[in-house]
């Protein structure tokens, strides 16, 4: 079966008249596939004033812009822009549309794929493209394979053979924003909207506090899980004592090498909601694919088994060091640095050499 | 009004997931609830105890292990919900969230007939018995059944004006009797659907938005929802719901006309409330709760075969992939690593290398190690070693 549906749609979310990180990374997926089926990628922009993030978009990899600039969007409304989306869908049926696995990106894309009767893969962590043979409904070519976490203990791939555009959301923290470059140039064409009355109003938007801690934006991220309760030996620990070593090892990091490092905890420890741990763990500390997916330049994993929703929001790490006692944890089969060991061991001889490095050389 | 549920019934151990071409096979495992939607039963009990009306669970799946499942929930939070529907049909089976969404809003749309039709019944009964006792035998009827709100009939002492007593003992014309009834249908009308975010199997978070959309595309008006909402209150007439949500770093505040749906975030916890049904609010309530869960299948709902179940889901879930390839691992204290570049070396006529700073030293030669070793070449991947690495 031959595609007639064209291009790799990628809707862009702004912020104070920057696109997000979380869509230069969906455009950089966007990019990855359109290239693999020689086809372009259209940011779909919807705003008040758009047409310098129609530039950067262009310079972070689109190849065309599709907007509606009206005071109308000024403010995210659910109802209207899946209206204006939907109607851009219809009239172009675009070969893939992708969208951030964010709130937003969530809200827009499953309203917009019930609409246009088509499926919707959320979460991906990785796109590919590949011909499929189904049994039942025959050979399809160049079809987008997503793939997404799935409850069982492994990858899923979903296909969406029959139906476009081939929609999916893009976890954000899995692909990287491509280099900004200048001298990329794209095609502009605005999109005219027609508002109707809606059974909803947006009242207020309040901007909330920065978060507590930047997880996704770390360097360094050292992780915490229940192996913190027991040493070596089997013998029960005060958990303060390892999160006290953590901190003296981020701080030595951040000294020494004046990297961003931060604590992370897996789902785990989070939710055994550990008295010691009150007020130093919480669920702002969670990596995982119900916390948040990371993808630092190092990775520590400290006694985490690495259960396969930890590992899916943080394999795509630079660099992973795993410290475990049990030589069968899942963690060891993606960390690059395995270390059968006591954390209670490994930490301050990792916290002396980190500290002492800074002043040798 | 009407408070409807969403529920799903998700496996019970990550570790016993019976598969079948992909698609999971729910009559194969023990399921529980999805943890999520205890959310969305607190949100409707909350709804229930500030307006009145009636709490209905709906959920698709297997029924022989989801009506189980929903027993104790007519115990749930307080009040607990009035009635529950499973949606079970093998022509539902291996439904994504396209294909649910589909058969959920066939639900919603044929509870809503459910409530309004016998408004209609009785308008028509009135019309045409005028003050005859056959409008009572009806009235009587349809309460039992608990399809009539207090406010048209009620044998319960708190609501001794409803409707049909008033006209029955001459208060109210024929005209005014339907009249008010036809303003009771325009209130069942403006329901309510709350769910959970996402579900603990599928964890997609999409069914919600798109049963807002089936149920808008089925009664041909914009049905709006809001995702995640972690705070909401409804007016005094419930017609309009105001609810918080995050959107990233945003806060928003969205006004929703009634009809309207609800995800409900972890975050959520239900505003304060009477804990005993204030008297205005049960007029809006019906006789009580109806024990006995009620299946639904794909042709109660009048469905189009070609939309349901796994026919009628447009993706396709493939062959798993087994997370994260195996890199080359180094045992600290243990494996032997060069410790800096090494040129191309000869030993007993063959040529090795060269060698990057930090690869294994496996695959040569022991008489070629050995001499590394001496010459400082490589050594064991010491914490120092470990620390250079990491942060180069």
């Known amino acids: 079966?031959?595609?007639?549906?064209?291009?790799?749609?990628v809707y862009l979310q702004h912020s104070k008249g920057n696109l997000t990180k979380d869509s230069l990374e969906a455009l950089a997926a966007g990019r990855r596939v359109a290239d693999k089926v020689n086809q372009k990628v259209v940011g779909i922009l919807l705003g008040d004033g758009v047409e310098s993030l129609a530039k950067q978009a262009i310079q972070y990899g689109a190849d065309e812009i599709l907007y509606v600039d009206s005071p109308l969007f000024r403010t995210y409304f659910n109802l209207r822009y899946i209206d204006a989306i939907f109607a851009m869908v219809k009239e172009r049926r675009p070969y893939a549309f992708l969208f951030a696995a964010n709130e937003l990106g969530k809200d827009l894309a499953a309203r917009i794929a019930y609409r246009a009767v088509t499926g919707l893969a959320t979460d991906n962590v990785q796109l590919e493209v590949e011909d499929y043979t189904n049994p039942a409904l025959g050979s399809f070519k160049d079809l987008l394979v997503q793939i997404r976490p799935d409850f069982g203990?492994?990858?899923a791939r979903i296909y969406t053979p029959r139906h476009r555009p081939q929609m999916a959301t893009v976890r954000p923290g899995n692909f990287t924003p491509l280099q900004p470059d200048p001298k990329r140039k794209g095609r502009l064409e605005k999109f005219e909207f027609e508002d109707r009355d809606y059974p909803a109003k947006v009242r207020e938007v309040v901007e909330l506090p920065?978060?507590?801690?930047?997880?996704?934006?770390?360097?360094?991220?050292?992780s915490l899980g229940l192996g913190i309760l027991k040493d070596g030996s089997g013998r029960p620990r005060d958990p303060r004592e390892a999160y006290r070593l953590a901190e003296q090892l981020r701080d030595a990091i951040q000294r020494t090498y004046h990297l961003k490092a931060v604590i992370g905890a897996s789902r785990a420890l989070v939710y055994a909601e550990i008295k010691d741990l009150e007020g130093l763990?919480?669920?702002?500390?969670?990596?995982?694919?119900?916390g948040t997916t990371v993808s630092p330049k190092l990775y520590f994993a400290l006694g985490i088994s690495g259960a396969l929703q930890h590992r899916v929001g943080m394999l795509r790490s630079g660099k992973i060091v795993a410290v475990n006692t049990d030589p069968n944890a899942p963690i060891f089969k993606i960390a690059h640095y395995p270390i059968v060991d006591d954390l209670y061991e490994v930490l301050p001889k990792l916290i002396e050499t980190v500290g002492g490095a800074g002043h040798g050389s | 009004m009407l408070i409807i549920v969403l529920l799903k019934g998700v496996p019970a151990r990550t570790t016993q997931v019976a598969q079948v071409g992909g698609v999971l096979n729910r009559e194969a495992m023990d399921l529980v609830l999805n943890p999520h939607d205890s959310k969305a039963i607190e949100a409707a009990d909350f709804l229930k105890r500030r307006i009145g009306g009636k709490t209905v669970a709906l959920t698709m799946g297997p029924d022989m292990k989801l009506i189980p499942l929903m027993k104790p929930l007519y115990d749930a939070e307080v009040m607990g919900v009035d009635e529950e529907y499973v949606l079970s049909d093998r022509k539902m089976a291996g439904a994504d969230t396209w294909a649910t969404a589909y058969a959920v809003s066939l639900g919603v749309k044929k509870l809503l007939e459910m409530h309004t039709a016998p408004i209609d019944e009785m308008a028509e009964t009135i019309k045409k018995s005028g003050y005859s006792d056959a409008v009572k035998v009806k009235a009587a009827a349809l309460y039992q059944a608990n399809l009539l709100p207090n406010r048209v009939y009620s044998e319960l002492p708190p609501v001794r004006d409803s409707i049909v007593q008033r006209f029955l003992e001459g208060g109210i014309t024929v005209e005014q009797a339907v009249g008010e009834l036809a303003k009771v249908k325009e209130s069942l009308s403006r329901f309510i659907?709350?769910?959970?975010?996402?579900?603990?199997?599928g964890e997609t978070g999409s069914v919600?938005?798109?049963v807002a959309e089936g149920v808008s595309e089925l009664l041909g008006k914009v049905i709006p929802h809001a995702t995640y909402v972690e705070d909401f209150d409804i007016d005094d007439a419930a017609t309009t719901v105001v609810s918080e949500r995050k959107i990233g770093r945003l806060l928003q505040r969205l006004e929703m006309t009634l009809p309207a749906l609800l995800t409900i975030a972890t975050e959520y916890r239900p505003r304060e409330s009477p804990a005993a049904l204030q008297p205005e609010t049960r007029y809006n309530c019906y006789k009580g709760k109806i024990l006995q869960a009620k299946k639904w299948t794909a042709e109660d709902l009048d469905a189009d075969a070609q939309k349901l179940g796994l026919a009628g889901s447009p993706t396709i879930v493939g062959t798993g992939i087994e997370v994260g390839k195996p890199p080359v691992q180094k045992?600290?204290?243990q494996s032997l690593v060069f410790l800096k570049?090494?040129?191309?070396?000869?030993?007993?006529g063959k040529k090795y290398g060269p060698f990057e700073k930090g690869q294994l030293a496996t695959d040569i030669p022991q008489g070629l190690a050995a001499r590394f070793k001496t010459d400082g070449s490589v050594g064991v991947f010491s914490y120092d070693v470990l620390a250079g690495e990491l942060f180069s």
């Open chain 1, 1 to 9: 079966m031959t595609d007639e549906a064209k291009d790799v749609w």
């Open chain 1, 153 to 155: 203990t492994r990858l």
């Open chain 1, 210 to 222: 920065p978060p507590e801690l930047d997880l996704s934006g770390a360097d360094v991220v050292i």
């Open chain 1, 281 to 290: 763990i919480s669920k702002v500390n969670q990596v995982g694919q119900t």
């Open chain 2, 193 to 201: 659907i709350v769910s959970g975010i996402k579900t603990t199997d």
């Open chain 2, 208 to 210: 919600g938005p798109q």
């Open chain 2, 331 to 333: 045992l600290l204290n």
């Open chain 2, 341 to 348: 570049l090494v040129p191309q070396a000869e030993f007993e």
